[in-house]
């Protein structure tokens, strides 16, 4: 087995080196988006329209990202962004954010960059930690877990929550939510 200084972190260091990266990519996202909407005036008439629609989804999902990251926990952000959640859903919607930015001027390239590497980093710590690959965390648990609730499983030994710099802060009871 192939250890490496990602896998032999806790995940709940290596969870909250990417919450700190996801407030920063969010940030970055919501002024590439606030930036390029102005931008998109200065460009072709028919590409105004587009590039400033482009602009609106970009900066509306760093925000929406940044919001969640500081703790925007909530009845209605859990029930519409359920996958904000899950492991797998905050790496896709970090692909898919990364991938809108790129035509964004003019830090559109480098916001795209940056969302791109953290949504890698993200899906190679889902498909090389021992927490996932030994069954401890599901990608697509809400909380990291199999079961219902949102509490957090312990990884073996360590007695450590899997994710415990953003679960305490998102703790819903279980019964209030309604599907």
């Given amino acids: 087995m ?49 590039s400033a629609l482009l602009s609106i ?27 904000m959640y899950t492991y797998l859903g905050r790496t896709a919607f970090l692909l898919l954010i990364g991938n809108l930015a790129w035509p964004c001027d003019p830090l559109g390239f480098v916001a795209a960059l940056l969302t791109n590497a953290n949504a890698l980093f993200a899906a190679y710590v889902m498909v090389a930690h021992p927490t996932f690959t030994q069954g401890h965390a599901s990608w697509v648990a809400i909380g990291g877990t199999d079961s219902e609730g949102t509490e957090m499983m312990t990884t073996p030994g360590s007695g450590s929550s899997v994710d415990p710099s953003t679960q305490a802060r998102r703790a819903i009871d279980a019964s209030e939510v309604a599907y």
Wanted: no cysteine; glycine share 18%; net charge neutral.
């Fill in 2 to 50: 192939e250890v490496n200084a990602v896998t032999r972190q806790p995940l709940s260091r290596l969870a909250a080196w990417m919450s700190m990266a996801n407030k920063a990519n969010g940030a970055v996202l919501a002024l590439t988006g606030l930036l390029g909407f102005f931008g998109a005036f200065s460009t072709i008439a028919g590409d105004m329209l587009s």
């Fill in 57 to 83: 989804y970009v900066g509306g999902f760093g925000g929406l990202l940044l919001f969640y990251e500081i703790g925007g926990s909530g009845m209605e952000l859990r029930r519409d962004f359920g996958f």
